[in-house]
């Protein structure tokens, strides 16, 4: 059975936020949510990057860790690995088995995102995995990883407006979604929020009596960031070294350290190893100098907020050539609008996904402000821009996963 396409062609169901299905097909496995230690991460932005700094400090730490995440950009196997290792495809096989059995019996059906869950947690489980790092797909209370009933840690990262459709059009509404994976006598760790996000937060803490720990950014001193590493002090943390760059990234790393420094006792050293060797692809990612090529991921306004902090950083008073490709589920005028006072040119683009925009789109929304040029893939974009780009120039390639 070719479980890749099967699981891909259930796109067309859609998201179906709600527990109910995925709990029956997970109690035919015998609740293997129940007896795995999660670390479960949920926020707007910066999720993927704080798993990884989990998973590594975690694999350093010497322990059997599992990492789930989102999306995939190739196959459904890089979602879920364990020490470094992809799910293989027999696990995939035995597991969507049992699963379909399960859903024909009970007359349920999953929706793709509902499965990819069920095959993490069950291959964590029956690998015996000491942690699993999982990643909230949308939201957090009617997210299908919501099956988790008591985690090590509830981590929430940045908090903006995405997904509004099903999660509300309110800073406030979109928290209490994320704080949705907040439970009962069970610690929560959170990103240094706006105060009308936290605030949400703070409130149901207390109500599920959880001890809620909360990242300082004020207390982030930075020694030294170049195009290569950042290296900063963090309350007693001192010296920190990210591979990563930008701001956002010491942001994140700065919760993973809160988390650490609360909830685990593990010798900082190896913890402070575990974030600098850390590395993720397509997050503010150079890729090659003369002329400079970053590949970010940013897909919704906020995430470009963060793009633009770090183009301010980085290329002051620089004007950059800008490879863009979104998809039409986004808010791409307001990620164009952001963007536009920082371009030279505009190489528009369309991702490589089902629900991809038109790049003629783009083009006629920014109306002639900056010189702009369309393009059938990410590749041919990208390839014009470095044939047009002198060695001192910067192109960013941004807007999507599915752009790479």
Known sequence: MNWEKYINDLNFMGIKPGLDNIKKILNEF???????????????????TTCNFFYNVLLNLNFKVGLFTSPHIHKINDRIEINKNKIDDNSIDEIMTKLVYFENVLNIKLTKFEILTVLAIVYFEKSKVDYAVIEVGMGGRLDSTNVVKKPLVSVICNIGLDHTDFLGDTIEEISFEKAGIIKNNCPTVV????????????????????????????????????????????????????????????????VVLETFKNIFNFDSKEVLLGIKNTTLKNRFTLVKEKPTIIFDSSHNPQAVEAMIENINLYFENKKILFVLGVLKDKNYEEILNKVTNYAKRFYFCKPVNERALEPEILKNLLDK???????????????????DSKEDEVIILFGSFYNY
């Open 30 to 48: 015998n609740n293997p949510q129940d007896k795995i230690k999660v670390i479960h991460v949920a926020g707007t932005n910066g999720k993927g």
């Open 191 to 254: 990103y240094d929020l706006e105060q009308k996000s936290y605030e949400v937060i703070k409130k149901i803490a207390e109500k599920r009596n959880s001890r809620l720990y909360k990242a300082d950014f004020s207390k982030i001193d930075i020694k030294d960031i170049n195009l290569h590493r950042s290296i900063f002090d963090y309350k007693n943390f001192q010296n920190v070294e990210i591979s990563m760059l930008g701001y956002s990234a010491i942001k994140n790393a700065c």
């Open 369 to 387: 402000k900056v010189e702009s040029d369309i393009f059938k893939s990410s590749e041919l974009a990208l390839k014009k821009a470095i044939d």
